[in-house]
């Protein structure tokens, strides 16, 4: 294993203290890895966000708190969920600062985060705090009625923040926030494709191994292997196969209007991305569908694992407003 | 070699393709793998500003383009300077718009680079267009005065761009956006470390390797290995190595002011650099250095390489306002 790390078990601290540091508009919850607002008791009766997760997924989610997105985010050890204690916390600072109209929970669909996130709300309900939650499961990849835990949460739970973070600042209240949030969930759909493992600074190896000209399709963002093995492909077959799947899956036909999210899960150069891009863009077009918007970056990674994702969101006028709205984070990008 | 490409002779011209797909404010110039700001023949009498060079240091430069920064980016093959014909269309097309007050070339030092964005200058001159040009050489792994051609252009042309663009922007005439971006150019001082080599597309294979405990010191940003190489260390011994060298080289001392920016070289994960970004902070604060502000991300890379590079320049309040000021690139990060 090669990382730029210190000590193993102080990766998940001390990478949100970088993060901080770099982003005067953070702060740290004391003794807890929990990114919050520096404002957060300034929120002015808007609904707060939090999200969160196993860590291991950055710039998710540290580096979309902040005015337009995020309230906090609450982080687990890597891949791992965040305790019940921890997400407590978060929601209790937020409650406490008294400016909050109610607070939003964002949370992938992962046993464990479904389990400590919903015992959260529960706990924070019954000390008086107006809590909902909303649960992400984007990925085509799973059947939706297949024997698991449901379709996972992949990178399309960051078009969630956007939209749902959106709302919060122009106003909604927590029923319209939460109705907008489950919009977005039930319609936002994501495949990925790897080229190899990733290393968790904890077990020091990769999580599988692949042929030179082999890749995994349909994985999480967990380093486990996908639903199928298979031969590389080119960029262009690449891209219409993992939003050929989604497009299916999501019915997509000529006159649908959509935003496109390509994804790197960690290690992937944004030139190949901007290639893959370039192909799931013109792979929708012969569908005829309308690409009104479209993001290329890292927004929800797997550490240091090669591969990417795409994400498609219908969308009308009403969302291309919120997914527009101006937001101050540290990975949304900056309208260009 | 395992990518997510198309055929190796289409890598630079589809991703140029895929990053003007998805940014709406960007244009590629017919024929040329140049990028150009959809407005360039709109700019007020404004300086123009150019930059450029081989492809593979993505999002350098073309995901700079934008208000507030680049006019364009001409793009060579990877790691290949672009010809003297694609800069001078560059430059041709924005002093055919008529709205410009002559342009700036910003250049990495380079000898390709050098001879190709020079002499596209001197015959643009000679056809009327005022034309400056600005070499950034910011690389102290090679001493200033060495037997080589000078110091290596790197990530603090990053710097350079957003410095100059922001002096553009706000309407400095040529001389003026070409002292401040000299001024950047000759303070910004940039250290580099790979924890392994990027592989070249037409190349195919790695252009060195290093076994699982090595590193290289010093390196560039072409793919080559680096002037020491030496055990990996922990990221806080690997961020006080970089910026003490930095820092020793710029003379930098108790009660200066600077910003840091610390650079992904292609495929480290963001957790990583927020924790180098983390020790070195702490560095410069033990030194009695305040850093102003600090970027962390992928600025300037080499493909896919695995590793980092940080960049500290000495500012006053007008370079912060330079700094700060609003940009709509795809790749400058938004204030936050």
Same mark, same amino acid.
């Given at each position: 294993? $090669?990382?730029?790390?210190?000590?193993?078990?102080?990766?998940?601290?001390?990478?949100?203290?970088?993060?901080?540091?770099?982003?005067?508009? +953070?702060?740290?919850?004391?003794?807890?890895?929990?990114?919050?607002?520096?404002?957060?008791?300034?929120?002015?009766?808007?609904?707060?966000?939090?999200?969160? !997760?196993?860590?291991?997924?950055?710039?998710?989610?540290? !580096?979309?708190?902040?005015?337009?997105?995020?309230?906090?985010?609450?982080? !687990?050890?890597?891949?791992?969920?965040?305790?019940?204690?921890?997400?407590?916390?978060?929601?209790?600072?937020?409650? /406490?600062?008294?400016?909050?109209? !109610?607070?939003?929970?964002?949370? $992938?669909?992962?046993?464990?985060?479904?389990?400590?996130?919903?015992?959260?709300?529960?706990?924070?309900?019954?000390?008086?705090?107006?809590?909902?939650?909303?649960?992400?499961? &984007?990925?085509?990849?799973?059947?939706?009625?297949? #024997?698991?835990?449901?379709?996972?949460? +992949?990178?399309?739970?960051?078009?969630?923040?956007?939209?749902?973070?959106?709302? @919060?600042?122009?106003?909604?209240?927590?029923?319209?926030?939460?109705?907008?949030?489950?919009?977005?969930?039930?319609?936002?759909?994501?495949?990925?494709?790897?080229?190899?493992?990733?290393?968790?600074?904890?077990?020091?190896?990769?999580?599988?191994?692949?042929?030179?000209?082999?890749?995994?399709?349909?994985?999480?963002? #967990?380093?486990?292997?996908?639903?199928?093995?298979?031969?590389?492909?080119?960029?262009?077959?690449?891209?219409?196969? +993992?939003?050929?799947?989604?497009? /299916?899956?999501?019915?997509?036909?000529?006159?649908?209007?959509?935003?496109?999210?390509?994804?790197?899960?960690? @290690?992937?150069?944004?030139?190949?991305? &901007?290639?893959? @891009?370039?192909?799931?863009?013109?792979?929708?077009?012969?569908?005829?569908?309308?690409?009104?918007?479209?993001?290329?970056?890292?927004? +929800?990674?797997?550490?240091?694992?090669?591969?990417?994702?795409?994400?498609?969101?219908?969308?009308?006028? /009403?969302?291309?407003?919120?997914?527009?709205?101006?937001?101050?984070?540290?990975?949304?990008?900056?309208? #260009?």
């Amino acid at each position: 294993m $090669k990382k730029l790390i210190n000590a193993v078990g102080d990766v998940v601290p001390e990478m949100l203290e970088g993060l901080v540091a770099g982003a005067p508009g +953070l702060v740290l919850l004391e003794g807890q890895t929990v990114v919050l607002r520096r404002d957060h008791a300034r929120l002015g009766g808007r609904v707060a966000l939090v999200s969160g !997760g196993g860590a291991g997924h950055e710039p998710a989610h540290g !580096g979309y708190v902040g005015p337009g997105m995020l309230t906090g985010a609450v982080v !687990g050890d890597v891949f791992t969920s965040p305790s019940t204690d921890a997400v407590l916390a978060a929601v209790r600072a937020i409650a /406490e600062g008294g400016s909050a109209s !109610g607070v939003l929970l964002v949370v $992938k669909n992962y046993t464990g985060d479904r389990l400590n996130f919903g015992l959260a709300a529960e706990l924070a309900r019954a000390e008086g705090t107006d809590v909902e939650m909303v649960v992400v499961g &984007d990925d085509v990849a799973l059947a939706a009625d297949g #024997h698991h835990a449901g379709r996972r949460g +992949l990178a399309g739970t960051v078009l969630v923040h956007k939209v749902a973070g959106a709302a @919060a600042e122009r106003g909604d209240d927590l029923a319209g926030v939460r109705a907008l949030a489950q919009r977005v969930a039930d319609d936002v759909r994501s495949m990925g494709v790897s080229l190899g493992a990733c290393t968790v600074p904890a077990v020091g190896e990769p999580g599988f191994s692949l042929a030179e000209d082999e890749v995994e399709w349909g994985l999480g963002i #967990h380093g486990e292997a996908g639903v199928e093995r298979g031969a590389i492909a080119s960029a262009d077959d690449t891209a219409a196969r +993992l939003v050929g799947a989604v497009a /299916e899956d999501a019915g997509l036909s000529d006159g649908d209007r959509v935003v496109l999210l390509v994804n790197d899960l960690g @290690a992937t150069p944004p030139s190949e991305l &901007d290639i893959v @891009a370039r192909g799931a863009l013109a792979h929708l077009r012969e569908r005829g569908v309308t690409v009104e918007r479209m993001w290329v970056g890292r927004f +929800l990674t797997a550490l240091d694992m090669p591969g990417c994702s795409v994400s498609v969101l219908p969308v009308d006028d /009403e969302l291309l407003g919120l997914l527009d709205a101006p937001t101050e984070t540290a990975a949304w990008p900056a309208p #260009h």
